[in-house]
């Protein structure tokens, strides 16, 4: 897999914090904010990691067939995230449609080893029967819980993570971790993984201002969604990262 690293001032930690974004060719643009924003507020060394299927696929890592319900090509292979990190050390996976508002390290720093995840434990149904480019919008339990995920890579139980497991496994099975007991799943604030239009900001209430930004179900990197709420965010830090690589 190509890798980029942020080398970003050690701070007694030696190896750089890994994240695997997913990425679809159709959303580059929003992969590449995603690791912008990422990279740019980060104050720990990071490598960012892209989750590319045909690399999987050339690597005979992945060859799962697509399904009519994956709206991304990075709805399965997501879960290569332990096997990836070669069972070491936490990483993290995130969707390409994440717009980060804060410091990394400030949701590395949240950790806790005892568990085998950690994330977002959101109670969310979808409205909506669509999402993004007119993909079919599917409801079940735990939705998003896999979205933005903390892995301890090491911890035994992740180990089944392998990929014919990944490859060969039910939806169920993997959006829903039904390889693990609910007491090893740790539990991460609502703003590390902010669903637009569905979570809100209280006013006056920092616990409530979102950290990362979640457009799940549709970004303005999409004509209908230009005007989506934070879509102003993502367009500046657009600009922000398209001034950037000019010089």
């Avoid at 994440?98 to 995840?117: E, N, P, Q, T």
Wanted: hydrophobic residues 35%; negative net charge.
């Amino acid at each position: 897999m190509s890798a980029e690293i942020n080398g970003i001032c050690s701070n007694g930690h030696g190896k750089p914090f890994k994240i695997f974004i997913g990425y679809d060719p159709s959303e580059d643009a929003a992969y590449e904010v995603c690791r912008f924003s990422l990279q740019k507020r980060a104050s720990i060394p990071i490598e960012i990691i892209p989750i590319k299927q045909s690399e999987l696929r050339k690597r005979g890592l992945y060859w799962r067939e697509r399904g009519k319900l994956e709206s991304t090509e990075f709805s399965f292979s997501r879960f290569l995230t332990p096997y990836l990190a070669n069972y070491d050390g936490w990483a993290m996976f995130v969707d390409c449609d994440f717009l980060y508002l804060a410091d990394i390290k400030d949701l590395r720093d949240l950790i806790d080893d005892k568990y085998a995840i950690m994330c977002v434990q959101h109670d969310y149904a979808p409205k909506e029967t669509t999402k993004m480019d007119g993909a079919v919008q599917t409801v079940y339990p735990r939705k998003n819980w896999s979205s933005m995920v903390l892995y301890n890579c090491g911890h035994p139980k992740n180990k089944i993570l392998t990929p014919e497991v990944v490859n060969n496994e039910t939806g169920a099975f993997l959006h829903r971790f039904q390889w693990l007991d609910d007491s090893e799943i740790g539990e991460v604030p609502f703003v590390w993984n902010f669903l637009v239009g569905h979570n809100k900001v209280v006013e006056n209430d920092k616990s409530t201002f979102p950290k990362a930004i979640h457009y799940t179900l549709g970004g303005p990197w999409f004509e209908a969604w230009k005007d989506c709420e934070f879509g102003d965010l993502w367009l500046n830090e657009l600009e922000e990262y398209q001034k950037s690589e000019k010089n």
